[in-house]
């Protein structure tokens, strides 16, 4: 019995170090650098208590969205330039200390990039404003390559101030590996595969059509791979798809933006996968919550309205809080997130940036 006893002891106190050394997670934030901003940050986060600490930071010109390696050790972040210089840029992480180091940048031929996606082997750009994609294979040490591929479109939509010209806003990669893109100006989602002995895009087609005047922004999966979510910029609406072999089936549509301000953004789903959330701005700025159903339905819950322009949000890997970037207010707000029921609450534990446009944790689950 004692030496039972003994090593119930032992394992009691062993046990708070791995629930603690658990709780943190690396956070990294990219920004705007028009007013100050160094660019890219990191910080460890408590996921217990919802606490930030600023470890460490990059001068990097406008890195408004960036990607993580699968390892950590690499950061993929545009440069979100309307110009020649915009670029891909390719960073060294420490996933231990949060510390970076530049590795290098190619050009991405395509002004605007605003969104990265990487698959390990190949990083591919939407470029807005170049209405295109750029992609580039990923080298042995983690540098990108040059891009080999400008994949553009020429289609523009009905709205005649915001689809006036090509845009191209996401682009991600499905659980099996084509990569779909949201055709802003088009009103459609694109799919395509590449071809790694060729280097090339092959195009598969359109994974589906939307409504005209749509604006097709942000794509997302929940986890299982069976169903996709598209966040609609112009019309403010979230579709439910169902998913297979590169095409996508509509399922629901439902309104996020009760405003009608034409400011759909981002859009996540709970690490569990039973809520989604999606954000809205330039009027009545917040964060649209909705119940998942197990045949890809949602139901809306809630809404939670935060600060000026939420731009981007992530939900830490357990799930215990959403962090929204406020990029006109230059802060992040965190909230707690009710699992049960998905609502959210500000904690009031800002973290005070400037210009905040995207916000990625490692880990990710």
Same mark, same amino acid.
């Given at each position: 019995?004692?030496?039972?006893?003994?090593?119930?002891?032992?394992?009691?106190?062993?046990?708070?170090?791995?629930?603690?050394?658990?709780?943190?997670?690396?956070?990294?934030?990219?920004?705007?650098?028009?007013?100050?901003?160094?660019?890219?940050?990191?910080?460890?986060?408590?996921?217990?208590?919802?606490?930030?600490?600023?470890?460490?930071?990059?001068?990097?010109?406008?890195?408004?969205?960036?990607?993580?390696?699968?390892?950590?050790?690499?950061?993929?972040?545009?440069?979100?330039?309307?110009?020649?210089?915009?670029?891909?840029?390719?960073?060294?992480?420490?996933?231990?200390?949060?510390?970076?180091?530049?590795?290098?940048?190619?050009?991405?031929?395509?002004?605007?990039?605003?969104?990265?996606?990487?698959?390990?082997?190949?990083?591919?750009?939407?470029?807005?404003?170049?209405?295109?994609?750029?992609?580039?294979?990923?080298?042995?040490?983690?540098?990108?390559?040059?891009?080999?591929?400008?994949?553009?479109?020429?289609?523009?939509?009905?709205?005649?101030?915001?689809?006036?010209?090509?845009?191209?806003?996401?682009?991600?990669?499905?659980?099996?590996?084509?990569?779909?893109?949201?055709?802003?100006?088009?009103?459609?989602?694109?799919?395509?595969?590449?071809?790694?002995?060729?280097?090339?895009?092959?195009?598969?087609?359109?994974?589906?059509?939307?409504?005209? /005047?749509?604006? $097709? +922004?942000?794509?997302?999966?929940? @986890? =299982? !791979?069976? %169903?996709?979510?598209?966040?609609?910029?112009?019309?403010?609406?979230?579709?439910?798809?169902?998913?297979?072999?590169?095409?996508?089936?509509?399922?629901?549509?439902?309104?996020?933006?009760?405003?009608?301000?034409?400011?759909?953004?981002?859009?996540?789903?709970?690490?569990?996968?039973?809520?989604?959330?999606?954000?809205?701005?330039?009027?009545?700025?917040?964060?649209?919550?909705?119940?998942?159903?197990?045949?890809?339905?949602?139901?809306?819950?809630?809404?939670?309205?935060? /600060?000026?322009? $939420? +731009?981007?949000?992530?939900?830490? @890997? =357990? !799930?215990? %809080?959403?962090?929204?970037?406020?990029?006109?207010?230059?802060?992040?707000?965190?909230?707690?997130?009710?699992?049960?029921?998905?609502?959210?609450?500000?904690?009031?534990?800002?973290?005070?940036?400037?210009?905040?446009?995207?916000?990625?944790?490692?880990?990710?689950?």
């Amino acid at each position: 019995m004692k030496t039972k006893s003994i090593l119930l002891g032992m394992a009691l106190a062993i046990m708070p170090a791995f629930s603690m050394a658990d709780n943190n997670v690396k956070m990294v934030v990219g920004t705007y650098t028009d007013a100050g901003s160094e660019g890219l940050y990191s910080f460890d986060f408590d996921q217990e208590n919802g606490t930030a600490t600023e470890l460490s930071s990059l001068k990097i010109d406008d890195p408004s969205y960036f990607t993580f390696s699968k390892n950590g050790r690499y950061i993929y972040a545009v440069s979100e330039k309307n110009n020649s210089l915009a670029v891909l840029n390719s960073i060294g992480f420490d996933p231990t200390k949060g510390t970076f180091s530049f590795m290098n940048s190619q050009l991405t031929h395509g002004a605007d990039p605003c969104y990265v996606a990487t698959n390990g082997k190949i990083a591919v750009t939407a470029n807005y404003s170049g209405g295109s994609l750029s992609v580039f294979p990923i080298l042995s040490n983690g540098t990108l390559d040059k891009s080999l591929v400008l994949m553009s479109s020429k289609k523009m939509g009905p709205n005649r101030t915001r689809q006036n010209q090509p845009h191209f806003h996401c682009t991600i990669f499905t659980p099996d590996n084509y990569i779909l893109t949201t055709d802003f100006s088009g009103d459609r989602i694109l799919s395509f595969t590449y071809n790694a002995k060729e280097k090339k895009l092959e195009d598969r087609g359109i994974a589906a059509h939307v409504r005209p /005047g749509s604006g $097709p +922004r942000h794509l997302v999966f929940e @986890p =299982n !791979g069976r %169903y996709a979510y598209l966040m609609n910029e112009l019309s403010g609406k979230v579709i439910a798809y169902q998913y297979k072999d590169g095409k996508l089936k509509e399922i629901q549509t439902v309104v996020a933006d009760d405003a009608h301000a034409q400011g759909g953004a981002d859009i996540r789903i709970s690490p569990d996968g039973n809520f989604l959330y999606a954000s809205t701005r330039l009027k009545g700025d917040g964060i649209t919550i909705f119940k998942l159903g197990g045949d890809g339905s949602l139901r809306r819950v809630g809404v939670q309205k935060t /600060g000026r322009h $939420p +731009r981007n949000f992530a939900i830490t @890997p =357990n !799930g215990k %809080y959403l962090l929204v970037a406020c990029r006109d207010d230059n802060t992040i707000q965190v909230y707690s997130r009710d699992k049960s029921t998905g609502m959210l609450t500000n904690t009031h534990q800002d973290i005070d940036l400037s210009h905040p446009a995207c916000i990625r944790f490692y880990p990710e689950k």
